[in-house]
């Protein structure tokens, strides 16, 4: 059973524009949201993350939006870099599950020039 | 700061035969958790571990079991090994879930099975 979602497998955006990477979860016990880039033959790497007492969270390029009611969360990458290329996971857990990440499948991000 | 590090990167063994995997957790997290990733399920909790317990449990099979040492480092064992058990093998660390729930990843475990 898939707690936490992406929907969209992959997305293209040219240099300089915008990325939203979408993620949907259906467990409402989850407080607390994670994003991760993953390189091929690579573990993921920590991006950014936001508790669920907030409704966004920015770092530098990187800005993540949750909606609670929507159980829906967003990145946003602006402005995209070709070195942004890569795959994102959205991950969430919770207490009541002892923090163990639950991910999704993941969205491969293609950023031309 | 050192990041998180797991031998052997790239691992084969055949039908049957048992594997120990290691991971040495960044300096100071005492939380030690691994993750199994496959093409088909995405990557998936196995266990954690916090002070040399096991703290948490995914929904993996008794042939999958882990230990922590008391410097933190961890091993993950899997035996009777299937086909299907070929993934990339993850360990991350935290300085303790409950309080600081960002989890840092290590490069993993290549674990070919024939």
Request: aromatic share 12%; charged share 15%; proline share 5%.
């Amino acid at each position: 059973d898939q707690q936490v979602k992406q929907n969209s497998p992959s997305l293209s955006v040219q240099e300089g524009r915008i990325s939203i990477l979408n993620c949907d979860y259906t467990n409402s016990m989850f407080d607390y949201f994670l994003w991760y880039k993953k390189y091929p033959a690579e573990g993921p790497t920590f991006l950014i993350s936001i508790s669920s007492i907030k409704d966004k969270n920015e770092d530098g390029r990187f800005t993540v939006f949750l909606n609670k009611s929507a159980k829906h969360l967003s990145l946003h990458i602006v402005p995209s870099q070709p070195g942004d290329s890569a795959v994102y996971f959205c991950a969430a857990s919770g207490r009541n599950s002892g923090y163990a990440l639950n991910f999704g499948k993941g969205t491969s991000l293609l950023v031309t020039p | 700061k050192a990041g998180v590090t797991q031998t052997p990167r790239y691992l084969i063994k055949t039908r049957g035969q048992q594997v120990t995997l290691s991971c040495s957790p960044i300096s100071g997290h005492r939380s030690v958790s691994w993750y199994q990733q496959t093409p088909g399920q995405g990557l998936q909790f196995l266990f954690e571990y916090f002070s040399e317990t096991q703290r948490n449990k995914g929904n993996f099979p008794g042939r999958f079991s882990g230990r922590q040492f008391s410097n933190s480092r961890s091993e993950m064992n899997v035996s009777t090994l299937e086909l299907g058990d070929s993934a990339l093998y993850l360990c991350a660390s935290s300085l303790d879930l409950a309080g600081d729930p960002e989890q840092f990843f290590g490069p993993g475990t290549r674990l070919t099975v024939l």
